[in-house]
């Protein structure tokens, strides 16, 4: 199980921090990743961090801006966000992800609202 939470309303130009814990199985071994869907618009990724060296990787829109981060003893992954824009408004969605011999072993979150607004 994947939770994801630390959504709410936020100005323009501020942060907040999201997080995804994980109940029920070890997140080391998995690439956590950061998914968005804004209203009338498909589910877009934003942002991974591997399992083995914790690279990280973003989509152009919000590099410099979000930082991904994971804590395996925690068994939680972060999402900060800052220098908010109001179309970073959506739902966002965590998952995990691992390829366990040829197929893959997926975990979503239920997802949590971010909404930037004055």
């Known amino acids: 199980l994947l939770q994801a939470f630390g959504g709410g309303l936020v100005q323009p130009g501020g942060s907040l921090r999201l997080s995804c814990a994980a109940s029920?199985?070890?997140?080391?071994?998995?690439?956590i990743g950061w998914f968005r869907q804004a209203p009338g618009k498909e589910r877009e990724w934003v942002s991974c961090i591997s399992s083995s060296d914790s690279r990280t990787y973003y989509v152009p829109s919000v590099k410099g801006r979000f930082t991904i981060s994971r804590d395996n003893a925690k068994g939680t992954a972060y999402l900060q966000m800052n220098r908010l824009k109001p179309e970073d408004t959506a739902v966002y969605y965590c998952h995990a992800g691992r390829l366990v011999g040829d197929s893959w072993q997926n975990y979503w979150g239920q997802g949590t609202l971010v909404t930037v607004s004055s």
């Open positions: 029920g199985f070890t997140l080391d071994y998995y690439t």
